[in-house]
């Protein structure tokens, strides 16, 4: 019987986990630089924390690993986290809510089914949250702290695209559908169907010029915002409020340099967003996004506090990073080959070794002992140490284990 | 059997229950000529005069769509609500629809108790308190509550009687029937969550690859696709039930009775306690009858449902049987379900049985079969987790447990591997050609509660019951 691993999940090897230490290493160290702090939350939650916001689809929810505990006779079911900012604004609910604003990152893995079995179904994310801030800074503070991380990581041409889910509730509404079909349509743009919004009958004739404006073109400055609210700010004045928040935020990042494009028909995975969404892409695939969330923490029981956050997909990452970017730990390698009589001291010399810095192992049969730089032989008789650099090809006796790290240091 | 002979093949699985009549007609009328098909046979295998190839078997018709979807059979017949269950759980299932029988015809509603003054779904979506869903169709039941984006809600699995769970033991119950049914029993329809009829499906594969075209010709020549039900949703206010059902605070027992064949021993037992209940067993299915003893309210449930109503605090005092308390508690194993009294009656062994052509003794025999075969062990049973135990206690490596819903013996030996069942006398084991190989352990009849009902204000009344019952057991 050949036990194989499980339908749409993955093993990270040696190579991958080395890239995925890299990602997390960059973002964790730019998140402790802007001041966020880590936290890792439960793998099992109750399902019911995912229902209550009642934003995640039914779509989506229809794909979450959910079942009932060893005590769930209740009959409420727990699930494996689907999604990494809930439970963090549960968290911030649950500990910090006195202490007002709050910045947390994470780095977890999310569960999601895929019926193909193709893609994994367990992915993992670095988010960052940035909660109780609503001004354009905060968000423009998180569209930067993802690009620092990102350049950390030697990738450029990374694109940014902007949409507003505000924008798009506001042009629900001015269309005049009634509130089921406004529900149906933002549930089946959150589900990727960018279509979606071609194919609405407006039930005011005013409102489809604006429609047909904001899915076909792309802006790429505030300027195209602002050109829009003079458009239909008068015909549709839902769209006034939503259109003046993308601009503050947009004319900052303007200010900044960045540039992006804006497409307001992608909303996929964003549920409860209400404010800017942002996507991160490469040319093949998009490796992050993130936005504006202010309603979240007020659903999952909190008060009313604003929050905006973002996450980066290390799946599609790991496959961006180029080799090049990671470093090769093993170069200064030390195996340290004691002879049968001599195991207590090879065991006390790796000690020393590792507390002086170095990276060594005992030779045991059976193991590779290619790719070490040094090899260090300890002997019962004279010389007792015998230690050779494997690059320079030059072997050199000592006396002392002292002796041995004076070469060493060389 | 030769390559040749296995695409000739052609199996199908048949309704038992709601549906064994009207089939037995229908497929009557398309000349199938089949043997034993009716209601009453105790042969779950059938043949067909038209269709040598063709070997039939009788499922429960909840088990149908199951049975299809992994292979095991390439046609079935059954309710659309059965396939649409499966579905909604497992939507890449291998299923084709094929053909609407026009028979069978049923609604699925999503009801709610009329004391509650709701008359939309959409009213319960506000609440943040859990609101708890009572099914036989569990899986049909989470969807809806995910579509109607319930914020908190929790689903109770049942085998049968979900009408009587309304109001005290469960918010909403999705039921089939139609709007008399409902207004009886003091509901009202809230949503139309499916309206369904038979219909004959195939297994994906199947279709893709066999020449299943004379048998499905057949059926589809005969079939007059049925109006869609529609149901007339009947909002009128029927009089107030009889019998306010307390909560435990106010003191009174809430006890659970048996339906099904524990009726008549349960009747008996309480007759000798001098208890007497009015109108049960019901020839009119009432489920809510009267108990002449004061501060006790009962209503009429399936035995298998018990323990987990009893977990719930829906009941304080429920006759059931050992085995489905062990079900419940090798699920839930910090359960506040206790058993207090052995009420000696319905005595049955819960055995491991496989099939005669299997030359297997015993657990150790079973290991042995594990460790050589290279498929998983198919292991069929009602008892999902005291199987699950079972396959864990003997570690029996790779295997599978394929839940069921009645007339077990049938899977054995082409759909599954090994049983675990009920059996007073092995008669009926014998007659399908099966054998023990294991006895797990004896189940009679017993009384449960649960232990924050025995700590209750109420704890009292529930003593003094037991204590009644304890000494009619003693006498007899």
Known sequence: MRVQRCKGTRDLAPEEMARFRLIEGVFRDRCLKWGYEEVRTPTLEYLYLFTATGTLTPSMLGKV??????????????????????????????????????????????????PTGKETREKWQCGAELIGVSSPSADVELITLAFEVLTGLGLDGIRLRLSHAGLIRALLAGLGLSPAEQNRVFDQILDG?????????????????????????????????????????????????????????????????????????????????????????????????????????????????????????????????????????????????????MVTEGFAIVKRLHQAGYSAELYLAGRDVAGFRWALDVRSKAPPFLLTDRVKRRKVEAQTIDDVLALLNR | MKGGEVDKELKIALPKGRLLTETADFLKRAGWGLSDYHEGTRLYRIKSRR????????????????????????LGICGLDWVKELLARYPSSALVKVQNLGCGEDALHMVVSRSLGVTTPEELTARAEVIRIASEYPNLAESFALNLRLRRFSVFPLWGGAEVYPPESADLALVPGRGDKFYEAGLVPISQVLSFSAFLIANKTSWEIKDLGEAVASICEQSVAGEQYRPSLDMTPAPEMAGQWPSTKAGAVRLALPDGHQQLPTVSLLDKAGIQIDDYPSPTGNRRPRVNLPGVVAKVIRPQDMPLQVANGNFDLAITGRDWLKEHLYQFPSSPVTELLDLKFGWVRIVAVVSNDLSVDGSDGLRQLCAERSLPLRVASEYVNIA??????????????????????????????LLIENTQTGRTIARHNLRIIDTLFESTACLISNVNSLASPGAGRIESIVETLRRALKES
């Open chain 2, 51 to 74: 269709f040598p190839h063709l070997l039939a078997k009788m499922f429960s018709e909840k088990d149908i769509p199951i049975q299809v979807a992994v292979g095991n059979y390439d």
């Open chain 2, 388 to 417: 699950d135990k079972y396959a864990r206690d003997n570690r029996l490596g790779m295997y599978r447990i394929i839940p069921t819903w009645g007339a077990s013996e049938a899977f054995l030996p082409e759909d599954a591997d």
């Open chain 1, 193 to 341: 169907d960018g279509d979606v919004l071609a194919k609405v009958k407006p039930a005011r004739p005013q409102a489809s010029k604006a429609l047909a404006s904001l899915i076909t073109s792309k802006g790429k400055s505030s300027g195209f915002l602002k050109t829009l609210k003079a458009q239909f700010g008068q015909d549709i004045p839902e769209l006034k409020a939503p259109l003046d928040a993308f601009i503050d935020t947009v004319s900052l990042l303007d200010t900044l340099g960045y540039d992006y494009e804006i497409d307001i028909s992608s909303g996929r995975g964003f549920e409860y967003y209400t404010g800017i969404i942002f996507q991160l892409l490469t040319d093949e695939e998009k490796i992050g996004g993130g936005g504006r969330y202010d309603a979240l923490i007020p659903l999952v029981g909190g008060r009313d506090v604003p929050a905006s956050g973002f996450a980066l997909y290390l799946d599609p990452l790991m496959k961006a990073v180029r080799p090049a970017a990671l470093g090769k730990p093993g170069a200064q390698r030390l195996l340290v080959r004691a002879e049968p009589e």
């Open chain 1, 65 to 114: 690993y959910s079942f009932l505990d060893w005590d769930g006779w209740s009959g409420e079911r727990v699930v494996l986290r689907p999604d990494g900012t809930i439970p963090v604004a549960r968290f911030y609910i649950d500990n910090m809510v006195e202490g007002g604003s709050a910045k947390l990152f994470y780095v977890t893995n999310v569960f999601i089914f895929e």
